[in-house]
């Protein structure tokens, strides 16, 4: 469990977090040309990496490899064989420097019944629990953090979307799936419009970060009942922010105006300016 407490005591929801932040760690680490900033990126991804481990968080590991699959998608577009190769070394090294039991850890995530402490089944029967209430009360739900009164033995549903769904209803997980992937789509135009610019811009690594953290926060949070957490709205605000200022570094060769008063505004459709850098029109 993680030594902070709050959210972070319970290692599932500690590993969670740590999955959407490696892909950020890796993100900058592309995108910086300094080879000392490089060397510090590289170091907290693994020093993330090793806490996901050592929370022997099943949903934290697959929330990784789903992070990790979309990072190795598209960052090695164009180097598939490099690639590969730090694939391979990486699983190595987890394998390796892994604890000895955690190979047996992962292996219940196929095979339930070994799994001595009972958790792989008693999480199927929570699931199949809420997915029950859900759709016995698909309108409004039973309310917020109420699922643990029609649980078995007062438990949270483990999952976050089916927390959403049994607690708020059907059309609140609508939104809620909506609201994740809505960014993604954004991200992925900022991804396509920026990779030949790749080199001596950070939108593109951090569109593709970005992407994968979510990817990864959806993968893990099926394990893990964190949906009221700020985890997956940090990562969207950081998305809209990463939007916007690529907006704003588009129109950086527009047409200024300056002006002397503050008080004046945008007049013509031109982008208005003081001594600060041009903003997109939206957003004077």
Request: net charge positive; with cysteine; charged share 15%.
């Amino acid at each position: 469990a993680g030594v902070i407490g709050g959210m972070f005591g319970n290692p599932n929801d500690m590993a969670l977090h740590l999955v959407t932040m490696v892909p950020i760690a890796i993100a900058l680490l592309f995108s910086r040309r300094n080879p000392f900033a490089k060397i510090i990126y590289l170091l907290c991804a693994i020093l993330l990496v090793a806490g996901i481990v050592v929370s022997f968080s099943r949903g934290g590991f697959l929330g990784l490899l789903g992070a990790g699959g979309v990072l190795a998608w598209k960052l090695g577009r164009q180097n598939r064989l490099v690639v590969a190769m730090c694939v391979v070394t990486a699983a190595i090294a987890l394998f390796l420097f892994a604890p000895g039991d955690y190979g047996s850890r992962l292996s219940t995530i196929t095979d339930v019944s070994s799994d001595l402490t009972g958790s792989s089944m008693a999480r199927y029967a929570l699931l199949m629990r809420s997915l029950l209430v859900s759709l016995r009360h698909p309108l409004l739900g039973i309310g917020m953090d109420n699922f643990h009164h029609l649980a078995l033995s007062e438990s949270v549903s483990h999952n976050a979307f089916t927390q959403v769904s049994a607690e708020m209803g059907l059309t609140a997980l609508v939104i809620y799936i909506w609201f994740i992937v809505a960014p993604l789509r954004r991200l992925r135009m900022i991804e396509r419009e920026s990779f030949e610019t790749r080199k001596t811009s950070r939108f593109y690594h951090l569109a593709v970060g970005l992407q994968a953290a979510l990817v990864g926060y959806m993968v893990a949070s099926f394990f893990a009942s964190v949906a009221y957490q700020f985890y997956v709205y940090y990562l969207v605000g950081y998305a809209v922010c990463t939007r916007r200022l690529y907006e704003v570094a588009r129109t950086e060769g527009s047409e200024v105006v300056k002006i002397t008063r503050p008080d004046e505004v945008e007049e013509k459709g031109k982008s208005v300016a003081t001594d600060q850098p041009a903003l997109a029109k939206p957003y004077v």
